[in-house]
C-alpha cells in the first residue's frame, strides 16, 4: 500500500502477511528498547554459548578503545557450526553452493563442521597458532567459507583478498600483515570463462617474503598433477587428506582480533580494519535477525562476496550463527542471461534477497522480460546494501523482483561499523531512499562541522555518537590515523562516518554520499589517491586528480585530469610502433595496479589542476566544475 506523507515522499506500508510473521510488531517500541544500549546488546548476547560469561558489558574507560563483554570468553565457529550438531539443524543445509556451470554443493551443518575441523587441523599442522593471519584469495566457493571459519576455530585471523583485485594489491595486504599462508584457487568462472587466479597469485609471492606456505583449491581442474606445483605450494585437498574430523575450539577472548579487511580510505594506503570476536557476532547476528526477521524455514541469498565485509557479515558468519541456510552463488548476473539470479530464486524458493542497488540498476536495462519468465513468489523480504538507492531502482526492485509485496530493506554500515547501522525493519514503513531510522541499540546524528547536532532537514555530517558491539577496533599498523580519520574530529568519542546526510521531521536518515575523497564505483569502495597513484606511477604522466563522475549504473566511474610529461598527448601510440593508444595504455596501467574494480570513465589532459597553496589537490572544484558549478576563474586558487 502506498501514500503520500507531508514531506511529498511516498510510504510505503507493509502488508499484513509482513506483519503477521514478524517477531517484531512494534517498531519505535523496538527502538525505544534499544535506548538502553548496554542492556538491549546484553540480552542479546545471552543468545550465544560462552565459555565464561562477560564481566562488564561496555567498557568505556579509554575512549575510543571501546571494550565489548570484557572478561568473557568464547568462539564463533563454535556458535556458527558446532552447536549445531547438537540440535535438530545438525542435517539442515548450511551452505547451498551453485555456480555458473550448474554445479551445485550442498553442506549440511554437520558436514560443514568435519569439513571446518580438517581444515583447522591442516592449519595448526602447518603451525598455524592463535593470532596468526592466514590471507585467502579465493572466488565464493565453499572452501573459502570453510577456510574462514577453520582460522576462527582455532583463533587464527583471518583476512580475506577480493578475487578481483590485482597482484599488486595482493602483496600490498599480505605484507602489511605478515601472512605465514595464503589460500587461493587456480581460477573462478565468470561470464562462461575461467578466470585465472593462480597467475596473479604467482606474481604477487615474488614479493611476500613472509609467505611459508601457498594452499592451493583446484577449484577449475586446470592442475591435475603435483608436478604442477612449486616447491612451497600444496593442494587444499590433499593438505586435508588424512586428517581427523573433529578440532577443539580455541578459547577466544571476548576482544580477541577476528579478522582484519581492507578498505580505501581517502589517503593512498589501504586501511586494515581489526575486527574482534564476541561484540562482532551479536551485532551481525542481532541486527541480523532484526532486519530481515529471520526464520528457521528462510533460504537466503545474499550476493555479497566474503572478499569485503557485506560478505563477512551476512553471507557467511551471520546466518550460521542464527542456524539458517545460506545461499551462495559464482558467477555473474547476467551471464547466461539476465535472468539467472530470477531462475535461481525460484529454483530453490529463496525468501530473502539481499543485493546492491548497482546490480538492480544492471538488471533493470534489460528490462522486465526475466523477472516475469520466473516465479518468484518465495520471496518474503529483499534488502539492499552499498551506496543509496534511487527510487528508479527501488521501484523496479519492489515491483518487478518483490511483486509489490515484499519491503526492501535499505541497509546503511560500512566495513569499518561491521553491521547494519541505519535500517528499516520489515514491519517499518518506507521512503524509497531513506535507509529510514537507527536500528535497536544504535544512536545516530547528523552534526555540524564542530560536532554539534543538526536539527531536521539540514544537512550535515553524519556521526555514531554511542558505541556498538559490532564496531571495528582499530586499523592494523595505522594507530594514527584510527585516531585521525574518525574520531578526532567530534568531541566526546564521536564516530565520523565520512558520509553526508539529512534527517527528516519524522526521523527517517536520508544519505548524501561521501564527505570524503572516497568514490563508490559498483559499490565498492576506492580512494581517489589510489587512483592517482596508480596513473602517477605511469611514465608518461606528471600528475592527476581524480573524481567521481555519476554513472547511471555503476553510480560513479573515475574520472581522471591529467598532467603528462613532455611529448605526451593521450592519443598518441604509447610507443613508436604500438598499436595501443596511450589513453588505452593507462587504462590497462591502472586495472593492472588496482583491478577491475577500477571502473574509468573519463581521461581528460590538463595544463594544470586547481591547488591550495600547500600544494594540495582541490578536487572539491574539480567535482564542482563536473556537476556545471560555475566557480569563477579557478587559476587564482594556486596562489589562495
Ligand atoms: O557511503 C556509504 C555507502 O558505503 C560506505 C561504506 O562502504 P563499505 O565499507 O565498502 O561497505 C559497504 C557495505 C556495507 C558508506 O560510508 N553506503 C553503504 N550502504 C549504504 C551507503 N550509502 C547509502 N545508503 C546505503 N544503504
Redesign the pocket.
Known amino acids: 500500500m502506498v501514500n503520500i506523507n507531508s514531506n511529498n515522499q511516498r510510504l510505503f506500508h507493509p502488508n499484513d502477511e509482513v506483519k503477521q510473521r514478524s517477531d517484531i510488531k512494534d517498531w519505535d517500541l523496538e527502538i525505544e528498547k534499544g535506548k538502553d544500549i548496554e542492556k538491549y546488546w546484553a540480552q542479546e548476547a545471552e543468545q550465544f554459548d560462552w565459555f565464561k560469561k562477560w564481566d562488564s558489558i561496555l567498557d568505556e574507560s579509554n575512549k575510543p578503545y571501546y571494550k565489548w563483554f570484557d572478561g568473557g570468553q568464547i568462539n564463533l565457529a563454535y556458535n556458527a557450526v558446532d552447536r549445531w550438531i547438537e540440535t535438530g539443524k545438525r542435517n539442515k543445509i548450511a551452505i547451498l553452493y551453485i555456480n555458473e556451470r550448474g554445479k551445485e554443493v550442498k553442506l549440511t551443518y554437520y558436514e560443514l563442521y568435519r569439513e571446518v575441523n580438517k581444515v583447522a587441523n591442516a592449519l595448526l599442522n602447518l603451525g598455524i597458532k592463535k593470532g596468526d593471519s592466514v590471507s585467502m584469495y579465493l572466488p565464493m566457493c565453499p572452501e573459502l567459507i570453510i577456510s574462514m571459519i577453520a582460522c576462527t576455530k582455532i583463533g587464527a585471523v583471518h583476512s580475506t583478498i577480493f578475487s578481483g583485485l590485482s597482484s599488486v594489491a595482493v602483496v600490498e595486504r599480505v605484507n602489511d600483515i605478515k601472512s605465514k599462508i595464503i589460500i587461493t584457487a587456480d581460477g573462478t568462472y565468470r561470464r562462461g570463462k575461467i578466470i585465472n587466479l593462480k597467475s596473479v597469485i604467482d606474481e604477487a609471492m615474488l614479493q611476500c617474503p613472509t609467505v611459508q606456505t601457498v594452499v592451493l583449491v583446484n577449484h577449475t581442474g586446470r592442475y591435475n598433477d603435483v608436478a604442477d606445483l612449486r616447491g612451497n605450494e600444496i593442494f587444499y585437498d590433499r593438505l586435508i587428506e588424512g586428517e581427523t574430523d573433529s578440532c577443539d575450539c580455541e578459547v577466544m577472548e571476548s576482544e580477541d582480533p577476528l579478522f582484519i579487511l581492507y ?1 580505501s580510505g581517502s589517503t593512498g594506503k589501504p586501511k586494515g580494519v581489526i575486527h574482534t570476536t564476541a561484540g562482532y557476532m551479536v551485532g551481525i547476528a542481532t541486527t541480523f535477525k532484526n532486519v530481515f526477521d529471520i526464520h528457521d524455514d528462510d533460504l537466503w541469498w545474499s550476493t555479497g562476496d566474503a572478499g ?3 560478505g563477512h557479515s551476512y553471507t557467511v558468519y551471520a546466518p550460521l550463527l542464527l542456524g539458517t541456510t545460506t545461499l551462495i552463488y559464482e558467477g555473474a548476473p547476467d551471464f547466461p542471461d539476465p535472468g539467472i539470479w530470477w531462475k535461481i530464486i525460484e529454483k530453490y524458493g529463496v525468501t530473502k534477497f539481499y543485493t546492491a542497488p548497482t546490480a538492480i540498476r544492471h538488471l533493470m536495462r534489460f528490462g522486465k522480460k526475466y523477472s516475469k519468465l520466473y516465479n518468484l513468489d518465495s520471496l518474503k523480504i529483499l534488502g ?6 534511487n527510487f528508479e531502482a527501488w521501484k523496479w526492485m519492489y515491483e518487478e523482483i518483490g511483486k509489490g509485496k515484499t519491503p526492501i530493506m ?7 561499523t561491521g553491521m547494519h547501522m541505519i535500517s528499516p525493519i520489515p514491519i517499518a514503513d518506507l521512503k524509497p531512499g531513506s ?1 529510514t531510522k537507527p536500528l535497536p541499540g544504535v544512536q545516530i546524528a547528523i552534526v555540524d562541522e564542530e560536532g554539534k547536532e543538526l536539527p531536521p532537514n539540514k544537512k550535515g555530517y553524519l556521526a555514531i555518537t554511542k558505541p556498538w558491539p559490532a564496531m571495528f577496533r582499530g586499523l592494523h599498523n595505522d594507530d594514527e590515523r584510527f585516531i585521525n580519520v574518525y574520531w578526532e574530529e567530534f568531541p566526546g568519542g564521536i564516530y565520523r ?3 553526508m546526510a539529512e534527517i527528516d521531521e519524522d526521523g527517517y536518515i536520508w ?1 548524501q ?2 564527505s570524503d575523497d572516497v568514490l ?1 564505483i559498483a ?3 576506492i580512494g581517489a589517491t589510489e587512483v592517482e597513484s596508480a596513473f602517477n606511477s605511469h611514465p608518461a604522466v606528471n600528475e592527476t586528480a581524480v573524481i567521481g563522475k555519476e554513472d547511471p549504473v555503476k553510480g560513479q566511474l573515475i574520472k581522471a585530469f591529467l598532467i603528462l610529461n613532455e611529448g605526451y598527448n593521450l592519443d598518441m601510440p604509447f610507443k613508436e610502433g604500438n598499436r595501443f593508444l596511450l589513453r588505452e595504455e593507462l587504462k590497462r596501467h591502472v586495472r593492472h595496479a588496482l583491478g577491475p574494480v577500477a571502473v574509468l570513465g573519463e581521461m581528460v589532459q590538463v595544463d594544470k589542476l586547481p591547488k591550495t597553496k600547500s600544494g594540495k589537490i582541490m578536487r572539491r572544484v574539480l567535482k564542482a566544475q563536473e556537476e556545471g558549478e560555475d566557480l569563477g576563474d579557478i587559476s587564482t586558487l594556486e596562489s589562495d
Open positions: 578498505t569485503w565485509i557485506t539492499s546494501v552499498g551506496e543509496a538507492i535499505d541497509t546503511w554500515w560500512q566495513t569499518e535507509a562516518a565520512g558520509d544519505i554520499g561521501r563508490k559499490g565498492h569502495r
